[in-house]
């Protein structure tokens, strides 16, 4: 079957640590992958993305590392502030562009 | 900075009702997507759009449902005789090629009744 899921349901940090949110998916032949943000009431927001010939991505206070051999990605956000404080999903890109969601990580952070 | 713009908000409707979601994607963006989240839970694929037709749907997107874009600028979802779960927030999305990030609505979330 095709999943794309997330170690992890919550997760809660000091502000200014760094955060770690992890997503595990199933298909081997998939080449492109999105973190969204998603804050309460409002719709995904693209953060970062890679591709599949890439094992690290980096953007303004995020980093994607790609691990094709276990299938597994993670989302790296430095000196994490109270704005960061969403549901961050793991989306995996399949052919004809639909994007197979992860289930979410809640991330909390407490000033 | 260009936008996906969704109407209504929210939208409630009697069950067996029909009901329209309107979006307008990025003006120079070539795919349209729907997707849905159900309270709590994840977002789902319904359809892809490309070149005034459906590129790909899931199994979700049965006869009910139907998408049409009218005009150069709006994508919208029909749903012909809506059931209590289809109640959700339906998120419009848009890209410029199948492989480039998809830029999300804020949503319409509906209530089925």
């Known amino acids: 079957g095709e999943s794309v899921g997330l170690h992890l349901p919550t997760l809660s940090v000091q502000e200014g640590d760094n955060s770690i949110i992890n997503c595990a998916y199933s298909?081997?032949?998939?080449?492109?992958f999105i973190w969204y943000k998603q804050e309460s009431g409002k719709g995904p927001q693209f953060i970062i993305d890679?591709?599949?010939?890439?094992d690290k991505r980096q953007g303004q206070r995020v980093t994607v590392l790609l691990n094709k051999t276990v299938k597994h990605l993670s989302l790296q956000i430095a000196a994490t502030q109270p704005g960061d404080s969403a549901v961050y999903f793991c989306?995996?890109?399949?052919?004809?562009?639909?994007?197979?969601f992860g289930k979410g990580t809640k991330l909390t952070v407490n000033p | 900075e260009p936008e996906v713009t969704q109407t209504p908000s929210h939208q409630v409707t009697q069950m067996g009702q029909e009901v329209i979601l309107r979006c307008v994607p990025i003006?120079?963006?070539?795919?349209f997507y729907w997707y849905r989240q159900i309270l709590g839970q994840k977002v789902e694929f319904l359809v892809s759009?490309?070149?005034?037709?459906?590129?790909?749907k899931s199994e979700i997107f049965d006869d009910q449902f139907s998408v049409e874009r009218p005009d150069g600028s709006n994508f919208t979802l029909k749903i012909r005789s809506t059931k209590l779960e289809d109640s959700a927030m339906y998120f419009c999305?848009?890209?410029?090629?199948?492989?480039?990030?998809?830029?999300f609505g804020p949503g319409t979330r509906l209530t089925v009744l």
């Open positions: 999305a848009s890209s410029e090629s199948r492989v480039r990030e998809q830029f």
């Open positions: 298909n081997s032949a998939s080449d492109y």
């Open positions: 890679i591709r599949s010939n890439m």
């Open positions: 989306a995996e890109n399949r052919a004809g562009g639909r994007l197979v």
């Open positions: 003006s120079n963006h070539l795919y």
């Open positions: 759009f490309y070149n005034n037709e459906i590129s790909e």
